[in-house]
């Protein structure tokens, strides 16, 4: 069975290390093994704690979003070996710390793409910590956050996060999101909670201000042509990738279950087909978090395509 | 390179359905895009493809991920599909 990986990001002072910290305080977190790119000023007082300098690969003439951490991937394919070898506590879960600056799409790649890492281990998914007193400072803590699964509101005693949840709902809407101060989050809030619905989420089709990253919501009523999406999402991260941050979604292709979309920048997850529907709503929904589009310029295109596989 | 082109991946995650008669329709829906850009592909023993242009130029691929980057660089332009007029040429 595939180890998960938990990868929790934010920007500089988010309160990563406090989150990560209370977390591994947990019993049920005890086998954890944590990886950290700093130690900073919060210690983590943990048993398999490894601490590795980010190093970042870049592979042939690609883009900075797919580059390998050549740091996390020879570390991750350490602790199996150690493992294996007895050396280190048998870990169940790893929990990956960021720095503050880290794009969390290099690291998504290298689980992904790295042939031992994926083999040992799954992305269970994404935490970003967003303080409350400072909101989304940088273009960095918005790719952090458009990538999440699970977002936490941190600092919550020292400002009122109203006004930064409802950036965060329009930014990210499909994340889980719960709010903690010092910290004070159950795990299974953040390590085993639902994903959200597409459905029964709220999408602001307002026309966005200039440069303003957003979610906007495909929804697409009969089967798509999975050739012809295939080639139009490929199409458009190549000419877009600055600014799609993030694709997940499930498509009807005319199977008995939809296929699962999820990509983080430029790195697509490989699609995978769920074995049934979770109701009889069978309509494709595909959210796109990013700048520079609307949702009818993607709709009127992805129709398009898809006509002129059928034609 | 990126995963957009498949590098370290055994195969493009966009390229995992269909078999031969699926890489037969890809290659003919792509070249409905391409032709937009005075661009044609054409399948090379079912395993690469070839890029060429109008002036004769050719390229070698090996999946979506490089074809788009080779495109964009054969046709001197950028290749949006939110462009309104490849839209309508579709």
Redesign the interface.
């Known amino acids: 069975m595939k180890t998960p990986v938990t990868l929790v990001t934010g920007f500089l002072g988010s309160g990563k290390t406090t989150l990560v910290a209370r977390l591994l305080a947990h019993p049920e977190l005890r086998d954890t093994a944590v990886i950290v790119n700093e130690l900073g000023e919060v210690g983590i007082d943990h048993h398999l704690l490894s601490r590795v300098d980010e190093r970042t690969v870049l ?5 900075v ?2 580059a ?1 951490r050549g740091d996390l991937a020879d570390e991750l394919r350490d602790l199996v070996a150690r493992r294996d070898r007895g050396e280190v506590p048998a870990f169940r879960r790893v929990v990956v710390e960021t720095t503050g600056l880290a794009d969390p799409a290099p690291i998504v ?1 290298t689980l ?4 031992l890492v994926k083999h040992h281990y799954r992305l269970d998914g994404v935490v970003a910590t967003v303080d409350a007193q400072h909101g989304l400072r940088q273009y960095e803590s918005v790719k952090q956050a458009a990538a999440a699964d699970r977002l936490v509101v941190t600092k919550t005693d020292l400002a009122d996060p109203g006004p930064l949840i409802e950036r965060l709902q329009r930014l990210n809407p499909g994340a889980a999101l719960v709010k903690s101060s010092f910290g004070d989050v159950e795990p299974s809030a953040l390590l085993d909670g639902d994903e959200r619905d597409p459905r029964e989420l709220a999408y602001d089709d307002s026309p966005a201000h200039a440069h303003e990253v957003r979610a906007v919501c495909l929804t697409l009523d009969g089967p798509i042509d ?16 600055e600014d799609v941050l993030r694709v997940k979604g499930l498509l009807n292709v005319g199977a008995e279950g939809p296929l699962l979309i999820n990509g983080v920048q ?6 995978e087909h769920l074995p049934a529907w979770p109701d009889d709503d069978r309509r494709s929904r595909v959210v796109f978090i990013g700048r520079g ?1 609307g949702r009818d ?2 709709e ?2 992805l129709a ?2 898809d ?3 059928r034609a | ?5 498949g ?3 055994s195969e493009h ?6 078999g031969r008669r ?1 890489r037969v ?2 290659v003919r ?2 070249n ?2 391409l032709a937009f850009y005075g661009l044609r592909l054409d399948d090379w023993s079912g395993r690469v493809w070839t890029l060429r242009d109008a002036k004769g130029r050719s390229v070698v691929v090996a999946d ?2 490089s ?3 080779e495109a ?1 660089r054969l046709a001197g332009r ?5 462009d ?1 007029e ?3 040429a ?1």
Not at chain 1, 112 to 115: M, V
């Open positions: 592979l042939g003439n690609g883009c979003c797919c390998l790649y992904l793409s790295e042939p999975w050739t012809a999406f295939g080639i139009w999402l490929t199409m458009l991260l190549q000419a877009r990738g430029h790195v697509v997850h490989p699609p589009f310029d993607l009127r295109s398009a395509f006509a002129a596989a | 390179m990126c995963v957009l082109c590098v370290l991946l995650w966009a390229e995992q359905e269909g699926g329709f890809r829906l792509l409905r895009v979506l991920g074809l788009w980057i964009e950028p290749l949006d599909p939110l309104p490849l839209v309508a579709l």
